[in-house]
Nanobody, 119 residues
Framework: QVQLQESGPGLVRPSQTLSLTCAVS??????????WSWIRQSPGKGLEWMGA???????YYNPSLKSRTSIARDTSKNQLTLQLTSVTAEDTAVYYC???????????WGQGTQVTVSS
């Protein structure tokens, strides 16, 4: 059973960088052909795919967020990381990590972590 657990600060100031971690258990982030995504849902909006990292470390980003988003992994800790720079109130959302069979194929989700951007 794969389990995903997001963590990070619940409050971020405008213009700062949002940093989140997703701890993965029950599978390795380097398992062949696995892809791990970050997805968010803003109040009153649908799910928005932010990007993904593959088993080999290749990253993929939503073009609308690419300039501000960085996804990485720590193989020693079996964790994923998300950084979103220059945040605004529009980045207030519940952030999820999910995977692993591919972008859009999410067998497992974390419980989500609420991030509010506010001064």
């Amino acid at each position: 059973q794969v389990q995903l657990q997001e963590s990070g600060p619940g409050l971020v100031r405008p213009s700062q960088t949002l940093s989140l971690t997703c701890a993965v258990s029950g599978a390795s982030v380097t398992t062949n052909y696995y892809y791990w995504s970050w997805i968010r849902q803003s109040p009153g909006k649908g799910l928005e795919w932010m990007g993904a990292i593959s088993y080999s470390g290749t990253t993929y980003y939503n073009p609308s967020l690419k300039s501000r988003t960085s996804i990485a992994r720590d193989t020693s800790k079996n964790q994923l990381t998300l950084q979103l720079t220059s945040v605004t109130a529009e980045d207030t959302a519940v952030y999820y990590c999910a995977g692993p069979r591919g972008v859009g194929i999410y067998d497992y989700w974390g419980q989500g972590t609420q991030v509010t951007v506010s001064s």
